[in-house]
Nanobody
């Protein structure tokens, strides 16, 4: 099992930036991908971005392409989500999750961090 802890959320005005961190621990040798997801009030959780643990390849939702960047610091076992040009509709609780080679998909999740963007 992998433990994940998000940090870096907060309140920002539209057009501003935030960087979220996802610190990982546990069975890290079994991770093949870490993803970011978000859930706004009354909405379903949606995919935001993901990064391959080994190769660093990234994928983004269309709604954040060109504004968000996902990266990884291997020495710190931490994944980042740099968010720029933030909009009010980016307001949500942001979660990171780990997918392992055991076939369970995104089975390990962090507790989430709130991001609020005001107009």
């Amino acid at each position: 099992q992998v433990q994940l802890v998000e940090s870096g959320g907060g309140s920002v005005q539209a057009g501003g930036s935030l960087r979220l961190s996802c610190a990982t621990s546990g069975r890290l040798f079994n991770i093949y991908r870490v993803g970011w997801f978000r859930q706004a009030p009354g909405e379903e959780r949606e995919f935001v971005a993901q990064i391959d643990w080994s190769g660093g390849s990234t994928t983004y939702a269309d709604s954040v392409k060109g504004r968000f960047t996902c990266s990884k610091d291997g020495a710190k076992n931490t994944v980042y989500l740099q968010m720029s040009s933030l909009r009010p509709d980016d307001t949500a609780v942001y979660y990171c999750a780990a997918a392992s080679y055991d076939g369970r998909g995104y089975a390990d999740w962090g507790q989430g961090t709130q991001v609020t963007v005001s107009s």
